[in-house]
Every structure is written in C-alpha cells, then in structure tokens.
C-alpha cells in the first residue's frame, strides 16, 4: 500500500508541475481598431487625427512588475523610425484607450513626447506595437530615447509580444 502511495504521490507532483506550465499566461496584444498584419485605419496616422489606437493585453505573466511598449517603422528609410515609447505601464492594465497615455512616455523620432502616427513617405510600412513585461519598475525619466528604454529593460523581459500593422499613404 505504501508503494501505491508513493507512486500516486509522483504522479500527483508530475500533474502539478505539467498543469501549472501550460497554464502559465502568453502575453498578447490585440487591437479592435486593426487585426494583426492589418491596415491601420487613416484616423491613427499622421493624414488623420494621429492619435493612438485602442489596444487589448491579455496574459501578462505573473511577477510582471511594469510594462513597456514601443511603437517603430522598421521599413523607414535610413533607421528604425521611432513612434512611441512608453513605460513604466500598470501591469493590471487591460486596455490601453486610443489616445490615452498609459504610462510614462519617451521621446519619439518626431521629437515629440507622444504618440506619432503611421506617416510613410512612400510605400507601403510596417509598424510594430512591441509590448514587453518586466520584472522591475523602470527609475527613468519623462522623455527618454529607445535605446535607454532597451538598455534598461535588458535582464528583466519577463515575456514580450508584437501586434503589426501595416500603413500606405494613398490607401
């Protein structure tokens, strides 16, 4: 009877362990305003009112501390064009309004301390709503570039997820 025990015992432990590893969270997010490798709709750009769209995270891992989003055009010519940096976001937060300032924001490739919509200067680009979860509230101040984002985010990604748009001036 012991060695029945012993064996349901492992077979218990085994059940645990494997259960509590696929029901760990995957972060997500989402948009209701354009699906993933969708157009982004002219009123989020920098030809309509070039506010933010609304986004929706789902599964952020447990130990998140902050979350951080940045916002790029890696089809710009020349860089990685910057859109918007923001950081230090609650990590409770499940929804992000358009045109709402979620958390503490960076300073974008506009010069500005916003969000800068979609604005190609020819062709068709994609921009990357890039969202990490942290393990650590970021000491940063108002106004930071991406890279000292990054830097500083290095060592505590717990998770991160990208949603892609897609924008072209004479859509």
């Not at 709709?41 to 506010?51: A, L, M, S, V």
């Not at 940063?140 to 984002?149: A, D, M, Q, W």
Request: hydrophobic fraction near 35%.
């Amino acid at each position: 009877m012991r060695e029945f025990t012993g064996l349901a015992f492992l077979f218990f432990v085994v059940l645990m362990i494997t259960m509590g590893a696929s029901a760990q969270s995957t972060l997500h997010l989402t948009s209701p305003d354009f699906p993933d490798q969708g157009n982004i709709p002219r009123e989020f750009t920098c030809q309509g009112t070039d506010i933010s769209p609304t986004l929706k995270i789902e599964g952020v891992p447990a130990g998140t501390r902050t979350l951080a989003l940045i916002v790029d055009d890696p089809d710009a010519p020349g860089k990685i064009w910057v859109h918007w940096v923001v950081f230090n976001i609650p990590p409770a937060t499940a929804e992000i309004k358009s045109g709402v300032n979620p958390g503490t924001q960076g300073r974008n490739d506009f010069g500005t301390v916003k969000y800068g919509g979609p604005c190609p200067p020819s062709g068709t680009h994609r921009y990357m709503f890039k969202l990490y979860a942290l393990d650590t509230y970021l000491n940063l101040s108002e106004g930071i570039r991406k890279r000292r984002l990054e830097e500083a985010m290095e060592g505590h990604i717990l998770q991160q997820t990208v949603l892609t748009g897609l924008y072209n001036k004479s859509w």
